[in-house]
């Protein structure tokens, strides 16, 4: 099954706390129930964009690895 995503995030070469900073201010501009695609370098990236949807409330739709890159879809939630 592959997701449409709406919006691409290359936040490759990026460490933390930028890739999440980044979604996050890219979130905003976006309607409720479209999803972000960011692709990210950081190796730390799982734990704070599992950590980053608990605490938002958005939803982590899928994330996987290739090579040395991250993978996440990121929907946003209506209440946020």
């Not at 980053?52 to 982590?60: V, W």
């Given at each position: 099954?592959?997701?449409?995503?709406?919006?691409?995030?290359?936040?490759?070469?990026?460490?933390?706390?930028?890739?999440?900073?980044?979604?996050?201010k890219q979130l905003v501009t976006m309607l409720n129930g479209?999803?972000?695609?960011?692709?990210?370098?950081?190796?730390?990236?799982?734990?704070?964009?599992?950590?980053?949807?608990?605490?938002?409330?958005?939803?982590?739709?899928?994330?996987?690895?290739?090579?040395?890159?991250?993978?996440?879809?990121?929907?946003?939630?209506?209440?946020?």
């Amino acid at each position: 099954m592959s997701i449409q995503y709406d919006v691409d995030l290359d936040l490759r070469g990026l460490n933390c706390p930028l890739p999440i900073l980044r979604t996050k201010k890219q979130l905003v501009t976006m309607l409720n129930g479209q999803v972000v695609r960011v692709r990210a370098t950081d190796p730390h990236s799982v734990i704070d964009f599992t950590a980053f949807c608990i605490k938002t409330g958005h939803e982590l739709v899928d994330h996987w690895r290739h090579e040395d890159e991250f993978y996440f879809l990121v929907r946003k939630c209506a209440a946020n």
